[in-house]
């Protein structure tokens, strides 16, 4: 394992790198021109390419069936919604460039983008829970196994994936069972079978999946999933009803990451909304 498993400043800076690679079109983001969004100079890019060989160097089929064994019996803690955006919010890092805003208010300015543009109040919710996952660093995880974008594993590596000459590093390069295009698939074989690389996508996925519509679990499944929603690298792996479903993760794609403003959201004022609205679809406590 690595001797530095966090090499980004804040988590938001793999987000940071999102808004470089694909630009806002310009209806979502308030605070700043496109231009300026996330704008590292080049210690900022180091350390997303540092944290990118971590994270293709250790994502392997064999370490993703690892923390799904560990993590998916959700037996860490249990604990209200409300209490769970508390311990989310002990994520803070005061060394984001960008905002001085908690998890917990970049989490409502996504879900109050959704919710001004008169989408279903599932949705809204999918906003407000997108990252939730990202407790799996206050469960002591590295960065790399948190976020990121994600990706198959178990197959041949796109080259549409950021920094793919970093998987040269990874033991699954020498198995050959995982380097051919479907690998342990097969064609048109659908999402629900292939395995993507660990993070709080698939975390938070599993966490709610007893209690969301089906469109609002593809986003949270698959918003980090940038060589297929955006780059449509792995058609050939979707079924008919996932890019059916993908119709939703695009949609959801620009809230999640051209949504954040420096102006905090009034919680005073939208909070009955929102315990009124976590009431409807979730239970007292849930599962960590």
Not at 3 to 27: A, F, I, K, M, T
Not at 154 to 173: H, L, M, R, T
Not at 239 to 252: A, I, S, T
Request: proline content about 7%; overall charge negative.
């Amino acid at each position: 394992m690595p001797n530095n498993d966090n090499p980004l400043s804040s988590l938001d800076q793999w987000e940071d790198d999102l808004l470089e690679r694909y630009p806002d079109p310009g209806s979502i983001a308030t605070a700043k021109a496109t231009e300026e969004y996330r704008n590292y100079e080049s210690p900022g890019r180091d350390s997303v390419r540092e944290f990118y060989r971590l994270n293709h160097r250790y994502q392997t089929f064999g370490f993703v069936q690892e923390k799904r064994a560990g993590f998916l019996a959700f037996d860490k803690r249990e604990m209200s919604v409300w209490d769970a955006f508390n311990f989310l919010n002990e994520l803070v890092d005061d060394s984001d460039p960008d905002t001085d805003l908690d998890q917990f208010q970049h989490l409502l300015q996504t879900s109050e983008a959704i919710r001004a543009d008169g989408h279903p109040d599932w949705m809204v919710l999918a906003g407000l829970f997108h990252d939730m996952g990202k407790v799996l660093c206050l469960f002591g995880e590295p960065q790399w196994a948190v976020v990121g974008d994600t990706f198959p594993v178990g197959c041949a590596w796109s080259d549409k994936i950021v920094y793919p000459e970093f998987f040269a590093d990874n033991p699954d390069a020498a198995d050959e069972r995982y380097q051919t295009k479907y690998g342990v698939y097969s064609s048109g074989c659908g999402l629900r079978n292939v395995y993507l690389s660990w993070g709080h996508d698939e975390y938070v996925y599993h966490m709610l999946k007893d209690y969301l519509p089906e469109p609002a679990l593809y986003m949270l499944r698959y918003h980090s999933f940038y060589a297929q929603h955006r780059e449509q690298a792995y058609d050939y792996l979707l079924d008919d009803h996932d890019r059916e479903m993908f119709r939703w993760v695009k949609l959801f794609n620009p809230y999640d990451l051209y949504s954040k403003n420096p102006t905090p959201p009034d919680w005073d004022k939208l909070r009955p909304y929102y315990e009124d609205l976590v009431a409807k679809y979730l239970p007292a406590t849930v599962k960590f």
